[in-house]
């Protein structure tokens, strides 16, 4: 089969894949989809939950194995669409609809190219694709799930909105919930010991701190306070002011170490991480794949944006078609021009070090 019919079979997928419902943890008819695919390129395929995975054909004991993944889950759409986000539209070379930018055309596109290499002997590396579930909600049947039942793996290509440049790192993630606390008691009485004024200096804490190493990929990390609640009626003074902290891990911290910095030099009464499993990835700038795609053209950049390298531990690279500023949002779409360029690099890219 030639490049050009994986190509137009992979956008045909994604039409189909648009018009399927598949939020996070509800992705059942979109792994049939792609079930279907292999099926009908008769490739021995496993589904485990709502991921579906699969190997070459050559795969051998022994050699390094290369991960191909990209996910089938989709946000649900926002209130500002005009276009039916379940009705894949074509316009002006756009084809629009929810998860056509995010991140269905780096998975067709993705599975095409396994396609292409399945059936091709003797390759340097065993490929491995998995078609992922629960991405964007980071859930526990994801691909996170995935990496104690598929062979174990060496190096990674994360299928996310790029525009085909290479990202070779991406910051990690932890949120934080903490508590200011106070008196509480009646407006009207005096109160040194206000919570919500108690507040000031420690917002004042968050918006000023900075963290002293710095990435050359991935620059500082970003701390950001993003929700406050406090107070249920105009006339008492709460006891605690509750605020979220969301933080942009670079590769120069480990989560561990941004955990420890808060819980003891932030200000708050109380300060917990919900999780400290996001955490940055990256991929050597002299590995192979990255001087595969630099000498093709590809630029390298960090990515601010998470993705499901966070649970990779093996070094991985974030590529594929399509711009991550339209993800997630009103009338999403993806050029048709920029999937057939996505299948054609893949390609062009895995010949190299394959």
Same mark, same amino acid.
């Given at each position: 089969?030639?490049?050009?019919?994986?190509?137009?079979?992979?956008?045909?997928? *994604?039409?189909?894949?648009?018009?399927?419902? %598949?939020?996070?943890?509800?992705?059942?008819?979109?792994?049939?989809?792609?079930?279907?695919?292999?099926?009908?390129?008769?490739?021995?395929?496993?589904?485990?939950?709502?991921?579906?995975?699969?190997?070459?054909?050559?795969?051998?004991?022994?050699?390094?194995?290369?991960?191909?993944?990209?996910?089938?889950?989709?946000?649900?759409?926002?209130?500002?669409?005009?276009?039916? +986000?379940?009705?894949?539209?074509?316009?002006?070379?756009?084809?629009?609809?929810?998860?056509?930018?995010?991140?269905?055309?780096?998975?067709?596109? *993705?599975?095409?190219?396994?396609?292409?290499?399945?059936?091709?002997?003797?390759?340097?590396?065993?490929?491995? =694709?998995?078609?992922?579930?629960?991405?964007?909600?980071?859930?526990?049947?994801?691909?996170?799930?995935?990496?104690?039942?598929?062979?174990?793996?060496?190096?990674? =290509?994360?299928?996310? +909105?790029?525009?085909?440049?290479?990202?070779?790192?991406?910051?990690?993630?932890?949120?934080?919930?903490?508590?200011?606390?106070?008196?509480?008691?009646?407006?009207?009485?005096?109160?040194?010991?206000?919570?919500?004024?108690?507040?000031?200096?420690?917002?004042?804490?968050?918006?000023?701190?900075?963290?002293?190493?710095?990435?050359?990929?991935?620059?500082?990390?970003?701390?950001?306070?993003?929700?406050?609640?406090?107070?249920?009626?105009?006339?008492?003074?709460?006891?605690?002011?509750?605020?979220?902290?969301?933080?942009?891990?670079?590769?120069?911290?480990?989560?561990?170490?941004?955990?420890?910095?808060?819980?003891?030099? %932030?200000?708050?009464?109380?300060?917990?991480?919900?999780? *400290?499993?996001?955490?940055?990835?990256?991929?050597?700038?002299?590995?192979?794949?990255?001087?595969?795609?630099?000498? =093709?053209?590809?630029?390298?950049?960090?990515?601010?944006?998470?993705?499901?390298?966070?649970?990779?531990?093996?070094?991985?690279?974030? *590529?594929?078609?399509?711009?991550?500023?339209?993800?997630?949002?009103?009338?999403?779409?993806?050029?048709?021009?920029?999937?057939?360029?996505?299948?054609?690099?893949?390609?062009?890219?895995?010949?190299?070090?394959?």
């Amino acid at each position: 089969m030639t490049t050009q019919q994986l190509t137009e079979e992979a956008i045909l997928l *994604l039409k189909n894949l648009i018009e399927t419902q %598949s939020f996070s943890s509800e992705e059942d008819k979109t792994a049939q989809l792609i079930e279907a695919w292999f099926i009908q390129k008769d490739i021995p395929f496993t589904r485990t939950k709502n991921n579906v995975w699969a190997t070459n054909k050559d795969f051998t004991e022994g050699k390094p194995t290369l991960l191909l993944n990209s996910h089938h889950d989709t946000v649900k759409p926002n209130t500002a669409y005009t276009k039916d +986000p379940f009705k894949a539209i074509v316009e002006d070379g756009k084809l629009y609809g929810l998860g056509s930018n995010d991140a269905g055309g780096c998975l067709v596109s *993705l599975i095409a190219t396994f396609t292409y290499f399945y059936n091709k002997p003797n390759l340097k590396y065993n490929l491995v =694709i998995v078609a992922s579930a629960e991405e964007e909600s980071s859930g526990p049947n994801g691909l996170n799930s995935m990496l104690s039942i598929i062979p174990k793996i060496d190096v990674a =290509i994360v299928g996310e +909105p790029t525009l085909m440049n290479l990202a070779v790192a991406e910051k990690g993630l932890v949120v934080f919930d903490a508590k200011v606390k106070g008196t509480p008691s009646h407006a009207a009485h005096p109160n040194d010991d206000n919570a919500i004024y108690n507040t000031i200096e420690v917002l004042n804490w968050f918006k000023d701190y900075k963290f002293e190493r710095s990435s050359e990929a991935l620059g500082d990390v970003k701390m950001t306070v993003s929700q406050i609640q406090a107070g249920k009626q105009h006339n008492a003074i709460p006891a605690e002011v509750d605020l979220v902290i969301d933080v942009r891990v670079n590769d120069k911290y480990t989560n561990a170490e941004i955990n420890d910095i808060l819980v003891n030099e %932030s200000p708050c009464t109380e300060i917990k991480a919900r999780s *400290l499993r996001l955490n940055s990835s990256s991929i050597p700038k002299d590995h192979e794949l990255v001087k595969a795609g630099v000498e =093709i053209g590809r630029t390298m950049y960090g990515s601010p944006t998470l993705s499901d390298q966070a649970v990779l531990t093996c070094s991985s690279l974030k *590529l594929g078609p399509g711009d991550s500023t339209r993800s997630h949002s009103a009338d999403e779409f993806i050029y048709l021009n920029e999937i057939e360029e996505g299948v054609a690099i893949y390609i062009q890219l895995l010949e190299k070090i394959l």
